[in-house]
DNA sequence: TGATAAGATAACTATATAGTTACTTACTTG
DNA sequence: CAAGTAAGTAACTATATAGTTATCTTATCA
């Protein structure tokens, strides 16, 4: 690898670090500079700005999503199983990414403004897609309820898992406990799957 | 009123508006003087500190859903029909006061480190109380089924309703949907309390 | 009414911060 | 290997920002 994309790696690394810590107003250039070894002049000669680097570590984070949910796309299964892998899926990438996390929750106090100047169009979406299909599939086949509304649903599905990460300070004190542990992970993505199943499958 | 009082209440309304708009790194203390037409010496005349003024802005945030949750006190109904009220009335809530929203989502990037600063103890959680008891009656009259877990079911009720407001502009751009509107505000809480009641609710 | 203290003002300071400039070192290739 | 180019460095600048000081104004009650 060239020196140049090893010091691009370092900065956006020790950005990414940064921007998801602090946000963009609270990130210091001189700290992601210092962090990453490099000088901050190279922060400027690669990206141009301190928002063009935020914009460059949005890219990055979103980029690492699209590219976990390519495994879904493999296995072929019945759609309740469908289900419970997906929601899975996104469980323990959210538990692993804990960047990615913190980057869509700034993004949305940033009112979407810096995901809408990125470049990356539709990084966005697979296990959206997929949703879709196995939810179709399951309601002709007739193991989904016809009534259930697919968008809403997906709607649904997404933030029960988001929220559980994004909102786990609050959400501690409101029920005083703490959240932070596999086995509170597992138990809720087990509850949370258990709500939705019930919703969509017909007769139990 | 006094004088004093004035614009003490002046500053924080300004600064409640800055520091939802930019949290508290973002925004700037000359900012929120100007805005409030209050003179800068005075913010800290009052507040002592930037970082105190955004505890200050917190707890007066957080009190108003205390006391907005407290007319769902007053009425007696059947367990379904509290269960509906709770999270139309949070959905209401949130709906008419983004601010809160914000200022949460600040508080959780902030490992809610300024809320457990805060002296105001538990002004949080009147309808976490009352979804506690009303859960625990629908499941002794035999309405809900005992298998519920109450704990785990109040946190989705929470995260359903606080998520809608909360990652608006992330899932706008996943859905490829606009969601600011009240039709689309309606449909989703009809949407989530079907999911919470179909859960909850023995044999329809 | 006028002394006194609370309330308000504008100008100031020290520092931190994003971004730049002038310069040096390392790599590559004709 | 020479020479040009790519990569990196340190010191600098202009500005913005949190917090302060010295001073003035206004309300209140003896």
Same mark, same amino acid.
């Given at each position: 690898? #060239?020196?140049?994309?090893?010091?691009?790696?370092?900065?956006?690394?020790?950005?990414?670090?940064?921007?998801?810590? #602090?946000?963009? @107003?609270?990130?210091?250039?001189?700290?992601?500079?210092?962090?990453?070894?490099?000088?901050?002049?190279?922060?400027?000669? @690669?990206?141009?700005?301190?928002?063009?680097?935020?914009?460059?570590?949005?890219?990055?984070?979103?980029?690492?999503?699209?590219?976990?949910?390519?495994?879904?796309?493999?296995?072929?299964?019945?759609?309740?199983?469908?289900?419970?892998?997906?929601?899975?899926?996104?469980?323990?990438?959210? @538990?692993?990414?804990?960047?990615?996390?913190?980057?869509?929750?700034?993004?949305?106090?940033?009112?979407?403004?810096?995901?809408?100047?990125?470049?990356?169009?539709?990084?966005?979406?697979?296990?959206?897609?997929?949703?879709?299909?196995?939810?179709?599939?399951?309601?002709?086949?007739?193991?989904?309820?016809?009534?259930?509304?697919?968008?809403?649903?997906?709607?649904?599905?997404?933030?029960?898992?988001?929220?559980?990460?994004?909102?786990?300070?609050?959400?501690?004190?409101?029920?005083?406990?703490?959240?932070?542990?596999?086995?509170?992970?597992? #138990?809720?993505?087990?509850?949370?799957?258990?709500?939705?199943?019930?919703?969509?499958?017909?007769?139990?």
């Amino acid at each position: 690898m #060239k020196r140049s994309e090893i010091t691009k790696q370092k900065i956006l690394a020790a950005a990414e670090k940064a921007f998801a810590e #602090k946000g963009l @107003y609270g990130a210091r250039v001189d700290d992601i500079a210092e962090q990453s070894g490099a000088n901050k002049r190279m922060i400027y000669a @690669y990206f141009g700005s301190k928002e063009k680097l935020y914009v460059a570590v949005l890219e990055r984070v979103y980029s690492r999503i699209a590219e976990s949910e390519k495994e879904l796309l493999n296995k072929e299964t019945d759609c309740v199983e469908a289900i419970r892998r997906i929601i899975r899926h996104s469980f323990d990438f959210l @538990y692993e990414d804990p960047s990615f996390v913190k980057m869509v929750m700034w993004e949305n106090l940033n009112q979407g403004q810096f995901l809408k100047e990125s470049e990356a169009p539709q990084a966005k979406g697979i296990s959206v897609e997929l949703l879709r299909k196995v939810l179709r599939q399951g309601i002709e086949q007739g193991i989904f309820r016809e009534s259930v509304d697919i968008e809403e649903l997906i709607v649904s599905i997404n933030m029960f898992c988001f929220s559980y990460f994004s909102n786990i300070y609050t959400m501690g004190q409101i029920m005083q406990t703490e959240f932070s542990g596999r086995a509170e992970l597992d #138990k809720r993505c087990e509850h949370i799957t258990d709500i939705i199943l019930q919703y969509i499958v017909k007769e139990q």
